[in-house]
């Protein structure tokens, strides 16, 4: 299982690349670090073997975050509505977004910035995103809330951005134009 040890460090590179599609159908190879990356976010998520490993509480992870150029991530968490996302993706590509803008109140972390930063992160508040699951379906998603920007943060790694490449350096709480609050 992964832990904190396989994760980069901030100033690695690899979280400056884009990241390689993954040839389809997958390997198990693949399947196995997509696998791996959506057993860290649960585990993440579960206090006792968190505790246990010392695992950072995550809703998401990207593979380059591990160390893997390849364009995979999973995701999950549940809106406060309780409603369950929980998508373990090959090659996820946004496909369309809204005009109008969301964020976070909180702003955001990254489980390869061991440091605060702070400010609000610019997000689309709506996106359509497609890719392949683990069993070489196609899937579909219109996502909203924090959905909707946990998969802008993680799809930002496979491009080689980070969610404080989008905080306004002059001041970090500007509200966006044209945005909506996200509250966890
Ligand atoms: O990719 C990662 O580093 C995992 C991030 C993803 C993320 C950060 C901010 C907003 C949306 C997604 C971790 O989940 S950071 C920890 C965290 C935990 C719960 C809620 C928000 C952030
Ligand atoms: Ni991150």
Known sequence: MLTMDDFVKEDDPILRKVALEVPLPASDEDKRILASLMEYVQNSQLHDIAAIYGLRAGIGLAAPQVNVSKRMIAVH??????QLYSYALFNPKLISHSVEKAYLTTGEGCLSVNRPVSGYVPRYARITVVGTDLEGKSVQLRLKGTAAICFQHEIDHLNGI???????????YTVPENSIAVVR
């Open 77 to 82: 968490l549940k809106e406060k509505d309780d």
């Open 162 to 172: 980070m969610f404080y490449d989008h905080i306004n350096q002059d001041d970090p």
